[in-house]
DNA sequence: CTGAAAGCGCTAACAC
DNA sequence: GTGTTAGCGCTTTCAG
């Protein structure tokens, strides 16, 4: 089985106290042929600290929680990316846990997290109200919001520049000529990233006069996603040719499918744009106009914001914007 | 700061033992009092176990590592999430880290793993050689080993029908009467997944006589992979109309997004057909053919067979295949 | 420069 | 039914 301090101690010939000290890096005061005879011992037994024995005593478990809403979603891939990008540098690990779309998940495995001991966690939130998450503070465990806010601010909050990213996609949509527009989202409500990308567009389409018509939809993979609502307003409004954004990966996914299904063509049946982490977009059909939130800096943005929280220096709790892109092409 | 088994004790006038079992869910001898009462305050004091500590003593740390080639990838999304869909249900977590490709940061991740004391670890191999993880089995870690090979087989190994996949993809090819075939992949001497899908077409191709060309790219992003090696292809083939095999979702990326820029249209100038496991292949031009290794089942399969050695009845170290399937649509 | 000893929060015999 | 006790493997004063 695995060896432990005391192996090492006895083989060496020194007291368990000596090796820590080697381990932790202490050499200042250590004489340079005992550091190497450890060394040898080490290697030569195979010896791995036990980090759940250490971590008792000193505090720290290297371990950073990660909480998602949905784990099979490319959003979330980057963004673990980029937070394995910074904990990678600290020699720390991600814990890393999916909410499954539904509160009542996020807390079973925050807690799971909390009782793991992690040093910080990283949460795409499902609640907006922050007072679900007291028991985390109450824990003591930092913690930084990523992607959506939840209110009162209590925590340092990266999320990308939703409103005025759909803003300038709606403007560019409006220059196109349109004079319908469809927003295709999950219910927007319940997350203020969804409310802000389709706020951007209200707004700009009140300020143009242009009607925008929001429908709303559980479910975000392609086979739960009803897209049949576009094609019911496309019934009930013969003869016009609306733009239609999504706001969101997989929900743009769902809208091409169904499009395919269909046999209606963008631009010539409708336009078609919305939000796309991952660049396929560029590939379908005649390549799809759409918006970059850069997850993988988001992910490295909140890292390093929550490794100062956990150094003891936590920044004050504001929002972070990182800049989203636009990808112009041609399904406008 | 986060209260202790102690504190609960004391103010429910028990003692640590009683609140161990309480915990443990051994109320068979226990007064419905007590019960009652020790849920009370673990309740109000919000008490959560601190797992890093009971690790200690019952050798049970409810960790499962997870090391994939490259954390920015479909496949270890999916894969993840199949692996998550199982721990879950056993209330244990995952802790994810991606090797980068690279063998001594594989190496490096896996004593991290080692250090935190993971119930099990579930591995895409960077290397062949199984002997690289003799130090995993010396530390008596359960392990599984999910899409390539490492041989001499010392783990249960997951991972889809590579070669049966890639045969039929093959015959498909030549049915729709190819002349030439191009094999784009990472080098396949290194991974035996990669060196399966080639050996498909190889094989096939030879059996029909016809030539089948391979051409290796480091590097699987949009942006690190040489395409423009199939484009030196054509020009020293003018008039020939080769299909292309792409050995992962990746590098079919990258072919499709070299082709848009070169003007170059499927099926009209080139076949093309590879792996993708998010169906996003049937939205690019006509619909690409494609083959879905099922990342997600992969994942399932795999922490099923990892629970077992876990629990203490390891099955036999086979290897298990998850049938690929293909996607027949326009690009051939 | 090195060692002894106490204890981190929990579990598991073994008592009673 | 419940309490006592002895650690799990490590870190960290405090001595020397």
């Known amino acids: 089985m695995r060896p432990t301090i005391d192996d090492v101690a006895k083989t060496a010939n020194v007291s368990k106290a000596t090796v820590s000290r080697y381990l932790n890096g202490h050499f200042e005061r250590m004489s340079a042929a005992t550091r190497d005879r450890i060394a040898a011992v080490v290697a030569q037994l195979g010896f791995v600290p036990n980090r759940q024995a250490s971590a008792l005593k ?77 028991f985390v503070r109450l824990a003591g465990i930092p913690m930084v919001i990523v992607d959506r806010d939840s209110l009162p601010r209590r925590h340092v909050t990266v999320a990308s520049s939703d409103y005025s990213a759909s803003r ?30 389709y706020r951007g567009f209200a707004d700009v389409g009140q300020d143009h006069h ?18 049949s609502m576009i094609g019911a307003w496309l019934t009930a409004h013969p003869g016009h040719r609306p733009a239609v954004f999504t706001t969101n990966g997989r929900l743009l996914m769902a809208a091409l499918f169904w499009m395919q299904d269909q046999g209606l063509q963008t631009p010539r049946d409708l336009g078609i744009c919305g939000y796309d ?18 997850p993988q800096q988001i ?21 972070i914007e990182i800049p989203a892109t636009l990808d112009l092409r041609h399904s406008l």
């Open 58 to 134: 000193s505090r720290r478990t290297h371990l950073i929680g990660v909480v998602v809403a949905d784990l099979a979603n490319i959003y979330s891939t980057l963004l673990i990316t980029g937070i394995n990008d910074v904990t990678k540098e600290a020699g720390d690990q991600i814990l890393v846990a999916g909410a499954g779309n539904d509160l009542a998940e996020e807390k079973r495995v925050l807690h799971l997290l909390i009782g793991q001991g992690v040093d910080g966690i990283i949460l795409q939130p499902m609640s907006q109200d922050s007072h679900q998450y007291d």
């Open 168 to 197: 300038t996609l709606a403007e560019t949509v409006i220059r196109a000529g349109y004079k319908d527009i469809i927003v295709f989202a999950n219910p927007v409500q319940l997350v203020s990233s969804r409310m802000l990308r």
């Open 210 to 227: 242009i009607p925008v018509t929001l429908l709303e939809t559980h479910g975000d993979s392609a086979a739960e996603a009803d897209v």
């Open 277 to 294: 982490d991952w660049d396929w977009a560029r590939l379908a059909g005649p390549g799809i106009t759409s918006v970059n939130q850069h």
């Open 299 to 319: 992910g490295q943005k909140a890292a390093e914001f929550l490794y100062q929280a956990v150094n003891g220096t936590p920044a004050p709790a504001t929002r």
